[in-house]
Antibody
């Protein structure tokens, strides 16, 4: 059974940093693209970043590019999101998600429970 | 402002059929990218409901179905049940913005 467990969230002042982690189990982690998706309070879902299975390619939402870095450690079945220069608008629940593929595009077939990030002074 | 537009809310009585629309453009759904749907029960993580426009993952009841035409897609729920009260999101790929989600629709069972 696939399990994704996020950790590392918390309260941080504007301009601060946080590092989120996602522990994966139940599948061959090193063979799968992974993503971070966030949800601001009372708002919808927003894709944040993707990373290729071997970690050699990363893609980012325009508003986080240059501030956030997605990475992974396939030996430890772990996904990370380093978040720097945090802004109030980054406040959200951050979900780790595993990607699935069908036809022309990909989707998210498994999600963690999320970790809350609050940017506030 | 979401790239994919959904109605904010849809409601129906138990047993009824409801549909949720997801309207995109020529850079996403109209560019022949697949549409996927998620259900988010209150206080929980999203769950995949439909992938590849019309396919249900194992365990998803047959009363959920999806379709796609042109620059739009739809999710239908037939035989609406109280447990279907949730937020529903469509998702696709956009050539300018990578993965995109719909604005979300809250389903209320009357």
């Amino acid at each position: 059974e696939v399990h994704l467990v996020e950790s590392g969230g918390g309260v941080v002042p504007p301009g601060g940093s946080l590092r989120l982690s996602c522990a994966a189990s139940g599948f061959t982690f090193g063979a799968e693209w992974m993503s971070w998706v966030r949800q601001a309070p009372g708002k919808g879902l927003e894709w944040v970043a993707n990373i290729k299975d071997d970690g050699t390619e990363q893609f980012y939402l325009d508003s986080v590019r240059g501030r956030f870095t997605i990475s992974r450690d396939n030996a430890k079945n772990s996904l990370f999101l380093q978040m720097n220069s945090l802004r109030a608008e980054d406040t959200a629940v951050y979900y780790c998600a595993k990607r699935g593929y069908y036809g022309s595009g990909s989707y998210y077939n498994y999600w963690g429970r999320g970790t809350q990030v609050t940017v506030s002074s | 402002q979401s790239v994919l537009t959904q109605p904010p809310s849809v409601s129906g009585a138990p047993g009824q059929r409801i549909t949720i629309s997801c309207t995109g453009s020529s850079s996403n759904i109209g560019a022949d990218y697949d549409v996927h749907w998620y259900q988010q029960l209150p206080g929980t993580a999203p769950k995949l409901l439909i992938y590849g426009n019309t396919n249900r993952p194992s365990g998803v009841p047959a009363r959920f179905s999806g379709s796609k035409s042109g620059t739009s897609a739809s999710l239908a729920i037939t035989g609406l049940q109280a447990e279907d009260e949730a937020d529903y999101y469509c998702q696709s790929y956009d050539t300018r913005r990578s993965h995109v989600f719909g604005s979300g629709t809250t389903v209320t069972v009357l």
